[in-house]
T-cell receptor, first 114, second 113 residues
Framework: AQSVTQPDIHITVSEGASLELRCNYS??????LFWYVQSPGQGLQLLLK??????LVQGIKGFEAEFKRSQSSFNLRKPSVHWSDAAEYFC????????????FGSGTQLTVLP | KAGVTQTPRYLIKTRGQQVTLSCSPI?????VSWYQQTPGQGLQFLFE???????NKGNFPGRFSGRQFSNSRSEMNVSTLELGDSALYLC????????????FGPGTRLTVT
């Protein structure tokens, strides 16, 4: 069974600073990997996804993530954080096959200081 | 395209009652999945439906059930509600084929008193 670990429960950064959110996964083969963002009281918005190919993937809102097979990681990065990026971020893994089932990490709460 | 819609957005029920939540997927999406989100357990997969058939099920008791209609709309039902069922229930739809990404609705906030 797959699993996802997000080691940082809460991260605080200043507006304009760079950001890196960590994600480690456990899965026997090459997984499908996703990052979602959730604002208070809202559903999840897909930021980016990795299926195969180029290990550096670009997403919406200026986010990118890098798949590193050797480290079983899929860290999310942004070069310059905006106050509107404050939210909770979830990393998720999906198994290859017909069923759509995502396993989520516990999330990282991002606070942005002015 | 319109996004995933869920109704109702908020619901308050009493222990022992049952509840039905509804989800309309993005037009053209045939896969609908349900997730439960709680502060203690995080996001947990409930089940997935595709072409009116349950294709996958998470580790939840039989009180949790669902179905999908021919237009891909889905409902989930929770019977004999318990206090621990209080959660945000999220529905997600996914296109067919090799697209595995899921698009989430705003959720239904269920409070059991």
């Amino acid at each position: 069974a797959q699993s996802v670990t997000q080691p940082d429960i809460h991260i605080t950064v200043s507006e304009g600073a760079s950001l890196e959110l960590r994600c480690n996964y456990s899965y026997g083969a090459t997984p499908y990997l996703f990052w979602y963002v959730q604002s208070p009281g809202q559903g999840l918005q897909l930021l980016l996804k990795y299926f195969s190919g180029d290990t550096l993937v670009q997403g919406i809102k200026g986010f990118e993530a890098e798949f590193k097979r050797s480290q079983s990681s899929f860290n999310l990065r942004k070069p310059s954080v905006h106050w509107s990026d404050a939210a909770e971020y979830f990393c998720a893994v999906g198994a290859r096959g017909s069923a759509r089932q995502l396993t989520f990490g516990s999330g990282t709460q991002l606070t942005v200081l002015p | 395209k319109a996004g995933v819609t869920q109704t109702p957005r908020y619901l308050i029920k009493t222990r022992g009652q049952q509840v039905t939540l509804s989800c309309s997927p993005i037009s053209g999406h045939r896969s609908v999945s349900w997730y439960q989100q709680t502060p203690g357990q995080g996001l947990q997969f409930l089940f997935e439906y595709f072409s009116e058939t349950q294709r996958n099920k998470g580790n939840f008791p039989g009180r949790f059930s669902g179905r999908q209609f021919s237009n891909s709309r889905s409902e989930m039902n929770v019977s004999t509600l318990e206090l621990g069922d209080s959660a945000l229930y999220l529905c997600a739809s996914s296109p067919s084929g090799e697209s595995y990404e899921q698009y989430f609705g705003p959720g239904t906030r269920l409070t059991v008193t």
